[in-house]
């Protein structure tokens, strides 16, 4: 898994990619990607950064979506709760999956200058993992955030 977020990359294929896998994902799992669901994910791809809800309402109420916070919060839950957003618990805010329909742990790199978060996965059957089991624990989720720097900002603050 590569850490997207970081690298310079064809955003515009990027968020199109992901929109695609979204739609077919909900697809083959009998799920409704309804204009609102869609749209907030849309948000969430527009830049590798975490947002919050209040924001996300903020930009849909401009869109004639109305100020109707139920409908965000909902997009929300159905986005989180199918795989293809996560909260980030520490900032209080939401991020696309850079991986949905991988079977993952996100480990999230935050970095605390410019805000850039990065998703890399973790698979669910490591060391953590191996660990849990030992004690008889069955873990349902887990949420690896990790603040730094990113490579961008520390080759500002180095030069
Ligand atoms: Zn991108
Ligand atoms: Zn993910
Ligand atoms: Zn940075």
Redesign the pocket.
């Known amino acids: 898994m590569s850490e997207?977020?970081f690298e310079k990359?064809d955003?515009t294929a990027?968020?199109a990619g992901a929109l695609d896998a979204a739609e077919s994902a909900c697809e083959a799992r009998g799920l409704r990607l309804t204009k609102g669901r869609r749209r907030v994910l849309e948000i969430l791809?527009q830049e590798?950064r975490a947002m919050g809800a209040y924001d996300i309402l903020g930009l849909m109420a401009d869109e004639g979506y109305g100020a109707q916070p139920p409908v965000v919060y909902r997009a929300l839950d159905f986005l989180v709760g199918n795989g293809f957003a996560h909260k980030i618990e520490r900032l209080n805010a939401y991020i696309a999956c850079s991986h949905p329909g991988d079977d993952h742990a996100p480990v999230f790199l935050i970095c605390r200058d410019c805000g850039v978060v990065a998703e890399t996965g973790m698979s669910l059957r490591n060391s953590l993992g191996a660990a849990a089991e030992r004690v008889g624990f069955a873990i349902e989720t887990t949420v690896i955030e990790a603040e730094g720097l990113c490579p961008a900002c520390r080759e500002k603050s180095a030069a």
Request: contains cysteine; hydrophobic residues 40%.
């Open positions: 997207i977020g990359h955003h990027c968020m791809l590798h």
